[in-house]
């Protein structure tokens, strides 16, 4: 049971470069999200999204691109990459029970440099 | 906008202290308070708050919640090196359909 899957691990860009960052979930869970957490701050929302086909803007969207094409994977693209998106990123994802609530699956983290 | 907000930023004990983390929020339709601990990697859920005054434990740690004064506190009895982390509070918003993060605490246990 592999729970959230986040590739790659690492990566280093240059200013200007594009890519995407890879989530994957086999809980069949509902609703996923993409948070980054900067040195010494919490995690600030990207994006999310509720169900396949449905996604909404978190608090920091600009920059940033996401498409739920299918319940298991919800993928973050990056256009034009800038320093300010040196960060980590984390993809999340929670069923929609009311015991889910609570319980949000994290991945193991994309460390981001953008130089 | 749904505010959190966790104190200390910071933390430094020796082992086998006891230490309290405090997490205030300015919400709308409040239903819930998360924490979570995260070591090196990704947060891992601790506690879910839903009720006033009813403690939440798992083993050296705890929670309570208090809706009247919008605050929560995690304790930590008889901390261990392994506790070293960043305590993460959370707010889920209205419909749980997304999460607002406080700053967190950082937490190191030295022996």
């Known amino acids: 049971n592999a729970g959230v899957t986040q590739t790659p691990k690492f990566r280093i860009l240059k200013i200007g470069q594009s890519m995407t960052l890879q989530c994957t979930q086999d809980m069949n869970h509902n609703y996923m999200y993409w948070y980054r957490q900067d040195p010494g701050m919490g995690l600030k929302l990207i994006y999310y999204s509720v169900g396949a086909g449905i996604t909404d803007k978190g608090e920091v969207p600009n920059g940033y691109n996401v498409s739920r094409s299918t319940t298991e994977d919800f993928p973050l693209r990056l256009e034009l990459a800038a320093p300010s998106q040196t960060s980590v990123y984390f993809c999340?994802?929670?069923?929609?029970?009311?015991?889910?609530?609570?319980?949000?699956?994290f991945g193991s983290g994309t460390r981001l440099t953008v130089v | 906008e749904d505010k959190v907000v966790q104190s200390p930023l910071s933390l430094v004990v020796h082992e086998g202290d006891t230490v309290t983390l405090n997490c205030s929020y300015e919400v709308t339709n409040f239903r819930s308070l998360l924490w979570y601990k995260q070591e090196k990697k990704a947060p891992t859920f601790l506690f879910m708050l839903?009720?006033?005054?009813i403690e939440k434990k798992s083993g050296r740690l705890s929670s309570i919640l208090d809706k009247k004064e919008l605050f929560s506190i995690l304790n930590i009895t008889a901390t261990q090196t392994g506790d070293s982390a960043i305590y993460l509070c959370?707010?889920?918003?209205?419909?749980?359909?997304?999460?607002?993060f406080g700053t967190g605490t950082k937490l190191q246990v030295i022996p």
């Open positions: 839903t009720s006033s005054g």
């Open positions: 959370a707010y889920p918003g209205t419909g749980y359909q997304k999460v607002t």
């Open positions: 999340a994802s929670r069923g929609g029970t009311a015991e889910d609530r609570g319980g949000y699956t």
